[in-house]
């Protein structure tokens, strides 16, 4: 085990997930905590954050409203009182209002963008800069299939998931020389609070489940290996990238 651990423990890191409350962000929280990293959770709903925190070995929260620019420079430095600077960065929080382009209000563009992009902007800037300077670091930022395929009213949030996996790209050049690695997940259909609606319809799920290669839609489960990977000493070589975790379903 003596070689695993080498490769993938993440004791005595710290990591910070937004949105590690609910969903894939949750799922994230708890293959990092099981793989022996101390977690803090960011996100707005604290009866959640507590919950979920109160389920993992090494875990807090800070409640904020992440797309409260002020809150959240005060939350991450309470975050950092908590257990430390960040060696894992994870934003994962999003939003993601679902009306046709036509009807998307700016008040909706820019609450998108907000919590979408301008958090995990804010945050890297926040973080990044320290993690080069210790010479170790990850970011990781979880992107969506709408980045790069317009499908289900995607909207805003289409374009701040695809201006995410730009900004990605931008850590990776900045800092990846100092040994902080920056890369993106991109999900497929996954179930979760923010699919309510395309669960709640079997054909609907049915339909996207047949597109993908593995014949199902996806789980959180499906995200807690490869985080673990992507946050550990076996990725000191993989950085820029943005990783589909679909079933296929991108190249299908």
């Not at 423990?9 to 099981?34: C, H, Y």
């Not at 839609?217 to 807690?224: C, E, K, Q, R, S």
């Amino acid at each position: 085990m003596s070689y695993l651990d080498d490769l993938f423990s993440l004791e005595g890191r710290v990591a910070m997930v937004t949105g590690g409350n609910s969903g894939i962000g949750r799922a994230i929280a708890e293959a990092l905590a099981s793989a022996g990293a101390s977690v803090v959770l960011l996100a707005r709903d604290e009866s959640r954050l507590r919950e979920a925190a109160g389920a993992l070995p090494r875990t807090a929260y800070v409640a904020v409203d992440l797309g409260d620019r002020a809150a959240l420079s005060a939350a991450a430095e309470e975050a950092v009182a908590l257990f430390g600077e960040p060696d894992i960065l994870v934003n994962s929080a999003a939003v993601n209002p679902r009306p046709p382009l036509a009807e998307l209000k700016l008040e909706d563009w820019d609450r998108i963008f907000a919590v979408n992009l301008d958090a995990p902007f804010l945050l890297g800037q926040r973080f990044g800069p320290r993690m080069a300077e210790r010479g170790w670091g990850r970011i990781i930022n979880i992107a969506s299939q709408q980045a790069v395929r317009a499908y289900g009213n995607s909207g805003g949030y289409g374009a701040s998931k695809a201006g995410l996996t730009g900004l990605t790209r931008s850590q990776a050049e900045a800092w990846s020389r100092h040994g902080v690695c920056c890369n993106a997940i991109s999900p497929g259909v996954v179930d979760t609070p923010m699919t309510e609606a395309i669960f709640a319809d079997p054909a609907a799920t049915a339909a996207i489940a047949a597109r993908t290669m593995t014949g199902r839609n996806g789980l959180t489960a499906d995200f807690a290996g490869l985080t673990v990977f992507l946050s550990s000493p076996a990725c000191e070589y993989v950085t820029g990238q943005t990783i589909f975790v679909d079933g296929g379903f991108s190249v299908a």
